[in-house]
């Protein structure tokens, strides 16, 4: 037998782990009896026939952990649970947590690149596709605009609310370029040539009301818009600016010109007289260089007409230049026009004919110089003599093939039936001629007006 003192130093530990074993289970229970129902427990309480009332009196000490769906109450039911206990277990379930709210955004469609603002704050920019979508903006009432180069802005006031979705549709406008009055006049800084702006309009090409003297080519009249302005030079192009052209190029001055031995311009030393002897090519080349283009055969006669309906924009006299008034001694150019051709030329030669100084005559309407007269001026276009029955009714452009190209206007050597705006004279665009000239059109200046 053990002595007593030894017995309880060895009892002792068993004694203490038996006593932690009891508190820790009912440390367990006691924790089990506070954790809510679930779902099976409530079954197993009314299986275990425990009554409706009995099971809804501990649901309300314990509460439950379920919601009460409609297949969680056929399952309860089925174990014979009461309306009266399905109440109380509705009141005690837990509310379901609240799905998290759908963030409020504003989704913009517009240009693509377009910069979006919202209250002045950049916002982001639009998608190849044109479309930005705003999130998280504040409730509220904003302001919402949209910037792209070249564009109108566009703004409109854009309510936020939470979980909503606000669509704008933002289309944007091309910015008006500034109008001009037809007229206005600008110096180009390339050729130093004074060029009028001529505005868009609709008017009737070919021969005019009451012309006697039209040619099959100038019929018929018909319809044509120009549907977008252009600048166009205020006199033909002259010596003194082909000359920069030439300097800056490297171009080759063309021959002087000479009518049966005499030189109407000896050494180039009229600066202010028109370049003529010029080639298409030359011409077309000139152009681009000051940054025009020729003018098509409709816009010379938009042009020329500034308006007018008749065959000439004045009394000839007053206007231009031709066979009549561009020697020393005027001439019935009508009469001696019938003449043999060499006789013709000789009668013109021994008076003196030729071209004058720019600008000396009246102008027309648009402030243009010499549109009749003086020097015939090359267009853009080919020359077909049967266009005009099939040519389009908005910004003609001439045949798509052909072997010559188009003077317009007439010349010092004209007698007046050759010398009205409707009249159509063509060559060959690689021969030069003593009375052929041009004048350049086009954009020529930045910006461009409408």
């Given at each position: 037998?053990?002595?007593?003192?030894?017995?309880?130093?060895?009892?002792?530990?068993?004694?203490?782990?038996?006593?932690?074993?009891?508190?820790?289970?009912?440390?367990?229970?006691?924790?089990?009896?506070?954790?809510?129902?679930?779902?099976?427990?409530?079954?197993?309480?009314?299986?275990?026939?425990?009554?409706?009332?009995?099971?809804?009196?501990l649901?309300?000490?314990?509460?439950?952990?379920?919601e009460?769906?409609?297949?969680?109450?056929?399952?309860?039911?089925?174990?014979?649970?009461?309306?009266?206990?399905?109440?109380?277990?509705?009141?005690?379930?837990?509310?379901?947590?609240?799905?998290?709210?759908?963030?409020?955004?504003?989704?913009?469609?517009?240009?693509?690149g377009?910069?979006?603002y919202?209250?002045d704050q950049?916002?982001?920019?639009?998608?190849?596709?044109?479309?930005?979508?705003?999130?998280?903006p504040?409730?509220?009432?904003?302001t919402?605009?949209?910037?792209?180069?070249?564009?109108?802005?566009?703004?409109?006031?854009?309510?936020?609310?939470?979980?909503?979705?606000?669509?704008?549709?933002?289309?944007?406008?091309d910015v008006?370029?500034?109008?001009?009055?037809?007229?206005t006049?600008?110096?180009?800084?390339?050729?130093?040539?004074?060029?009028?702006?001529i505005?868009?309009?609709?008017?009737?090409?070919?021969?005019s009301?009451g012309?006697?003297?039209?040619?099959?080519?100038?019929?018929?009249?018909?319809?044509?818009?120009?549907?977008?302005?252009?600048?166009?030079g205020?006199?033909?192009?002259?010596?003194?600016?082909?000359?920069?052209?030439?300097?800056?190029?490297?171009?080759q001055?063309?021959?002087?010109?000479?009518?049966?031995?005499?030189?109407?311009?000896?050494?180039?030393?009229?600066?202010?007289?028109?370049?003529v002897?010029?080639?298409?090519?030359?011409?077309?080349?000139?152009c681009?260089?000051a940054?025009?283009r020729?003018?098509?055969?409709?816009?010379?006669?938009?042009?020329?007409?500034?308006?007018?309906?008749?065959?000439?924009?004045?009394?000839?006299?007053?206007?231009?230049?031709?066979?009549?008034?561009?020697?020393?001694?005027?001439?019935?150019?009508?009469?001696i026009?019938?003449?043999?051709?060499?006789?013709?030329?000789?009668?013109?030669?021994?008076?003196?004919?030729?071209?004058?100084?720019?600008?000396?005559?009246?102008?027309?309407?648009?402030?243009?110089?010499?549109?009749?007269?003086?020097?015939w001026?090359w267009?853009?276009?080919?020359?077909?003599?049967?266009?005009?029955?099939n040519?389009?009714?908005?910004?003609?452009?001439?045949p798509?093939?052909?072997?010559?190209?188009?003077?317009?206007?007439?010349?010092?050597?004209?007698?007046?039936?050759n010398?009205?705006?409707?009249?159509?004279?063509?060559?060959?665009?690689?021969v030069g001629?003593?009375?052929?000239?041009?004048?350049?059109?086009?954009?020529?200046?930045?910006?461009?007006?409408?």
């Amino acid at each position: 037998m053990l002595p007593r003192r030894t017995f309880r130093r060895r009892i002792a530990p068993l004694v203490a782990l038996v006593l932690s074993v009891g508190f820790c289970a009912k440390n367990v229970r006691a924790q089990a009896a506070r954790q809510p129902y679930s779902k099976e427990a409530i079954i197993g309480l009314l299986r275990g026939e425990v009554s409706p009332q009995r099971v809804a009196v501990l649901a309300r000490q314990r509460g439950i952990d379920f919601e009460i769906t409609s297949e969680v109450e056929s399952d309860l039911r089925r174990a014979g649970a009461t309306d009266s206990l399905l109440a109380t277990l509705r009141e005690l379930a837990p509310t379901p947590p609240k799905p998290p709210e759908k963030p409020a955004e504003i989704v913009v469609q517009t240009s693509p690149g377009a910069e979006v603002y919202v209250d002045d704050q950049f916002a982001g920019r639009a998608s190849l596709q044109g479309r930005l979508v705003v999130r998280n903006p504040s409730p509220g009432d904003h302001t919402l605009r949209v910037s792209l180069a070249g564009k109108r802005d566009y703004e409109q006031p854009v309510k936020v609310t939470v979980g909503e979705t606000s669509s704008v549709q933002a289309a944007l406008a091309d910015v008006e370029k500034p109008k001009l009055a037809g007229g206005t006049v600008r110096e180009n800084p390339k050729d130093r040539l004074k060029y009028a702006w001529i505005p868009p309009g609709t008017f009737m090409m070919g021969c005019s009301p009451g012309d006697n003297e039209c040619l099959p080519e100038e019929k018929p009249a018909h319809q044509v818009t120009i549907t977008k302005g252009f600048w166009m030079g205020q006199t033909e192009v002259t010596v003194g600016a082909y000359k920069r052209f030439a300097a800056a190029t490297g171009r080759q001055m063309p021959p002087e010109p000479n009518v049966s031995g005499r030189l109407l311009n000896p050494g180039w030393g009229g600066d202010a007289m028109p370049i003529v002897d010029v080639t298409w090519d030359d011409a077309n080349a000139y152009c681009s260089w000051a940054g025009g283009r020729l003018p098509t055969e409709a816009e010379w006669e938009y042009a020329a007409r500034a308006g007018s309906t008749a065959a000439r924009y004045g009394d000839l006299d007053e206007i231009a230049w031709y066979a009549d008034n561009s020697g020393r001694e005027p001439l019935d150019s009508a009469t001696i026009a019938n003449e043999e051709g060499a006789i013709h030329e000789k009668r013109l030669n021994e008076n003196g004919n030729g071209m004058h100084e720019i600008g000396q005559k009246r102008a027309n309407g648009f402030g243009l110089y010499d549109m009749l007269g003086n020097v015939w001026e090359w267009v853009n276009d080919r020359y077909d003599q049967n266009y005009y029955q099939n040519s389009p009714s908005q910004d003609p452009t001439g045949p798509a093939s052909g072997q010559f190209r188009v003077l317009r206007g007439g010349s010092w050597g004209g007698d007046p039936r050759n010398v009205r705006v409707s009249v159509r004279f063509w060559y060959d665009p690689g021969v030069g001629n003593t009375d052929g000239g041009f004048r350049c059109g086009g954009e020529v200046f930045v910006p461009s007006y409408r």
